[in-house]
């Protein structure tokens, strides 16, 4: 009976201590990761101005503009009633563009790696090719007369939505929209 103490004291012994070792590597590889600048991909850009906006409407296309940051995609000419506001996303704060127009919206949000937001989960993606929006190619979804083009640049991604409509005619409007400067 005395040596089974003395084996399972030995055994525990040794298994902690090959416990420790196995920890005290992983950590060290952390380390040497981190030094490295291997974990750098994980942190996003910080979205251009971010600090708290007011929220409120405006008609001014160009202060929306400047206050989102980034040119925005509107439509000369029509009525718009915008606002520009922080949303958060993956606990990250992410600058958002609201224009209104008669009949249809234009959402924006920058970094673009916020577009997931814009997703409307009640449309199906159209197969169309060739749909662009001031020269970006533009992804189509639809479902009965509920349209949207989902576009996007390096900085920020676009949509734009409209729940009511005729196909012909929401390409024909898209065809019109350009970038503020």
């Known amino acids: 009976m005395a040596k089974n103490k003395g084996f399972f004291r030995r055994f525990f012994a040794g298994t902690w201590y090959l416990i420790g ?3 005290a590597a992983v950590l060290c590889f952390l380390g040497v ?3 490295t600048g291997h ?3 994980l942190n996003q850009p910080e979205t251009v101005g971010t600090a708290p906006l007011n929220p409120g409407q405006t008609q001014d296309v160009a202060a929306l503009s400047e206050a989102f940051g980034l040119p925005l995609p509107t ?3 029509y009525s718009m009633h915008g606002q520009a506001l922080n949303v958060s996303y993956n606990g990250r ?3 958002q563009a609201i224009l209104q127009y008669d009949g249809f919206t234009i959402t924006c949000v920058q970094p ?4 997931p937001l814009l997703l409307r989960s009640d449309l199906s993606l159209s197969l169309e090719e060739g749909i662009t929006v001031d020269g970006l190619p533009a992804a189509l979804s ?3 007369t509920a349209f949207c083009l989902y576009f996007n640049t390096d900085d920020a991604a676009y949509s734009i939505f409209a729940p009511a409509a005729e196909k012909e005619s929401f ?3 898209a065809e019109k929209i350009v970038f503020t400067e």
């Open 21 to 23: 070792l196995i920890i």
């Open 33 to 35: 990761l981190m030094l």
């Open 39 to 41: 974990f750098e991909g």
């Open 75 to 77: 439509l000369p000419g």
């Open 93 to 95: 704060n992410v600058r």
């Open 112 to 115: 673009a790696f916020a577009a």
């Open 142 to 144: 639809e479902k009965d």
């Open 171 to 173: 390409l024909q409007l």
